[in-house]
């Protein structure tokens, strides 16, 4: 490979130091590294990579040791260092986290304790698990492949070197994270103060400096999700819609029945006119920490079926006490229907036919 074909294979103008070929090699690399790339030409690439640098070192163009860099290997620099776990700073991208509250929980308010555990890329070898040593790899003399040997002799059927990957270049397992290319795992735990009125999709954003110990490496986005309730229901006007059944003779019979609201069981004295019944302010917040909406009872009166031979005798008795003797109703109301609805029968237009 030519040493311009090198530099641009590598991302870089000819002419580039030393220190700026490592760097966009230790980029391409923790990039193109089969171990961490599962795209087909991740091989390929990183062999590509790894003869480019080689023949750049081969050329003699670059100054192997610049003043104020002894032993020549650079730190990581680049887009991976913002993974390492113990650098701590306001830049680091937050933990996504995913938070399921009851309907209860979210319309209170309530604390949540979250723990978990941070995974990051090795900050001494960028997650690529070992250290590039430089020179050829004493395994394959730098060829990046081997021969496989059979019963029958040398074959022609060569095999990626595993001491250098394919690469052809010496390089040793990383001694901090013995060629996991992961940090030790951080754990953390956070107590979360979640306030009254989320809903899904809320996003919360908790400063990590508020945990005292097993503080999480950085903030954390909260995603809020709401689970289904068995019998609440959420509207988008902060009214909360409960369906309840109740007996169809204590219904009639005025009682009180008890009904669930957000806040627990509460009684509700039933009317036998009504079958909808709003209960002001005991609804879900219709902003964070603001007033609360309507809970609306729907009640479903339920009757015996088939009614019992008691039942239908008690009930008989009861419907004979609405009519007088004459057999019109009792009820002024009824009797004034029951004549309108004569005028109208009378005052029909003949049928055709
Ligand atoms: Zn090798
Ligand atoms: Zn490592």
């Given at each position: 490979?030519?040493t311009?074909h090198?530099?641009?294979e590598?991302g870089l103008a000819?002419g580039?130091?030393?220190?700026e070929?490592?760097?966009?090699?230790r980029?391409?690399?923790?990039r193109?590294?089969?171990d961490?790339?599962?795209?087909?030409?991740?091989?390929a690439r990183?062999?590509r990579?790894?003869?480019?640098?080689?023949?750049l070192?081969r050329?003699?163009?670059?100054?192997r040791t610049?003043?104020g860099e002894p032993?020549s290997e650079?730190t990581?620099?680049?887009?991976?260092?913002a993974q390492?776990?113990?650098?701590?700073g306001?830049?680091?991208p937050p933990?996504?986290r995913?938070?399921k509250l009851t309907?209860?929980?979210?319309?209170?308010?309530c604390v949540?304790?979250?723990?978990?555990r941070v995974?990051?890329?090795c900050a001494?070898?960028?997650?690529a698990?070992?250290q590039?040593?430089?020179?050829?790899c004493?395994?394959?003399?730098?060829s990046?492949?081997?021969?496989?040997?059979?019963?029958?002799?040398?074959l022609g059927?060569?095999?990626e070197?595993?001491a250098c990957?394919?690469?052809?270049?010496?390089?040793?397992?990383?001694?901090?994270c013995?060629?996991s290319?992961?940090?030790p795992a951080?754990?953390y735990r956070?107590?979360?103060r979640?306030p009254?009125g989320?809903r899904?999709?809320?996003?919360?954003?908790v400063?990590?400096r508020r945990?005292?110990s097993e503080r999480p490496?950085?903030?954390?986005e909260?995603r809020i999700?709401l689970?289904a309730?068995a019998f609440?229901?959420?509207?988008d006007?902060a009214?909360?819609h409960?369906?309840?059944?109740?007996?169809g003779f204590?219904?009639?019979?005025?009682r009180?029945v008890?009904?669930?609201t957000?806040?627990?069981?509460?009684?509700?004295?039933l009317r036998?006119?009504?079958l909808?019944y709003?209960?002001?302010?005991?609804?879900?917040?219709l902003?964070?920490k603001?007033?609360?909406g309507?809970?609306w009872?729907?009640?479903?009166?339920?009757f015996?079926a088939p009614l019992?031979?008691d039942?239908?005798?008690?009930?008989?008795?009861?419907?004979?006490?609405g009519?007088?003797?004459?057999?019109?109703?009792?009820?002024?109301?009824?009797r004034?229907w029951n004549?309108?609805?004569k005028?109208?029968?009378?005052?029909?237009?003949?049928?055709?036919g």
């Amino acid at each position: 490979m030519g040493t311009d074909h090198a530099f641009a294979e590598l991302g870089l103008a000819p002419g580039a130091t030393e220190r700026e070929v490592k760097i966009a090699w230790r980029r391409l690399v923790s990039r193109w590294h089969p171990d961490r790339n599962e795209s087909a030409d991740a091989v390929a690439r990183m062999q590509r990579i790894n003869q480019a640098f080689e023949a750049l070192q081969r050329s003699g163009l670059l100054d192997r040791t610049p003043a104020g860099e002894p032993g020549s290997e650079p730190t990581a620099e680049s887009a991976t260092e913002a993974q390492a776990p113990d650098a701590p700073g306001p830049s680091r991208p937050p933990i996504h986290r995913k938070l399921k509250l009851t309907l209860e929980e979210a319309a209170a308010g309530c604390v949540k304790v979250l723990h978990g555990r941070v995974t990051a890329v090795c900050a001494t070898c960028a997650g690529a698990g070992h250290q590039v040593l430089g020179g050829h790899c004493e395994r394959c003399g730098g060829s990046g492949a081997l021969s496989k040997r059979s019963f029958f002799g040398w074959l022609g059927t060569a095999v990626e070197c595993e001491a250098c990957l394919g690469g052809g270049i010496a390089r040793q397992v990383c001694g901090a994270c013995e060629g996991s290319g992961k940090a030790p795992a951080h754990k953390y735990r956070i107590s979360v103060r979640i306030p009254p009125g989320v809903r899904s999709g809320d996003l919360l954003h908790v400063d990590s400096r508020r945990s005292r110990s097993e503080r999480p490496p950085a903030d954390l986005e909260i995603r809020i999700e709401l689970a289904a309730h068995a019998f609440f229901r959420l509207d988008d006007a902060a009214a909360v819609h409960c369906e309840v059944p109740v007996d169809g003779f204590a219904w009639i019979g005025e009682r009180t029945v008890t009904v669930p609201t957000l806040a627990g069981p509460q009684p509700l004295p039933l009317r036998r006119d009504t079958l909808a019944y709003r209960l002001p302010g005991e609804g879900f917040p219709l902003a964070r920490k603001g007033p609360r909406g309507d809970l609306w009872i729907t009640v479903q009166p339920v009757f015996p079926a088939p009614l019992s031979g008691d039942q239908q005798i008690l009930l008989d008795q009861l419907m004979a006490t609405g009519s007088r003797a004459d057999g019109q109703p009792v009820d002024e109301r009824l009797r004034e229907w029951n004549r309108g609805l004569k005028a109208w029968a009378r005052n029909l237009p003949p049928r055709p036919g």
